[in-house]
């Protein structure tokens, strides 16, 4: 998995890409806990551009979710097609977003 950035005074959006499954999941993990590092209040994720997920990248999520709001950071997921991978996966996982995060709009 892959995860880039761009970044304005009070927003944070994170692109992830790629795969993020057990294989990689050590990287991704250490790409996210990097990111503590900017001081943007509000994160974005946009997850539209990944394409293999596993119950790995749910407990990564939760995991960066429950730090952040340790920090005070407010997170946001951006609203995905109900038949995207991500969504369709989490699912058939018992995991829905709009029960653990905000899910929104395009803002940046």
Same mark, same amino acid.
């Given at each position: 998995?892959?995860?880039?950035?761009?970044?304005?005074?009070?927003?944070?959006?994170?692109?992830?890409?790629?795969?993020?499954?057990?294989?990689?999941?050590?990287?991704? @993990?250490?790409?996210?806990?990097?990111?503590?590092?900017?001081?943007?209040?509000?994160?974005?994720?946009?997850?539209?551009?990944?394409?293999?997920?596993?119950?790995?990248?749910?407990?990564?999520?939760?995991?960066? @979710? @429950?730090?952040?709001?340790?920090?005070?950071?407010?997170?946001?997921?951006?609203?995905?097609?109900?038949?995207?991978?991500?969504?369709?996966?989490?699912?058939?996982?018992?995991?829905?977003?709009?029960?653990?995060?905000?899910?929104?709009?395009?803002?940046?």
């Amino acid at each position: 998995m892959k995860v880039s950035f761009t970044e304005t005074g009070t927003e944070l959006k994170l692109i992830f890409q790629g795969e993020c499954t057990v294989e990689g999941a050590e990287a991704a @993990r250490s790409d996210l806990m990097g990111l503590f590092a900017l001081n943007a209040p509000l994160l974005v994720l946009d997850l539209s551009l990944l394409t293999k997920v596993d119950v790995t990248f749910f407990q990564l999520l939760l995991a960066f @979710r @429950r730090s952040l709001l340790d920090q005070g950071k407010e997170l946001l997921v951006l609203k995905l097609p109900a038949d995207h991978r991500v969504i369709t996966t989490g699912e058939l996982l018992g995991f829905y977003f709009d029960h653990y995060f905000p899910v929104g709009e395009e803002s940046l």
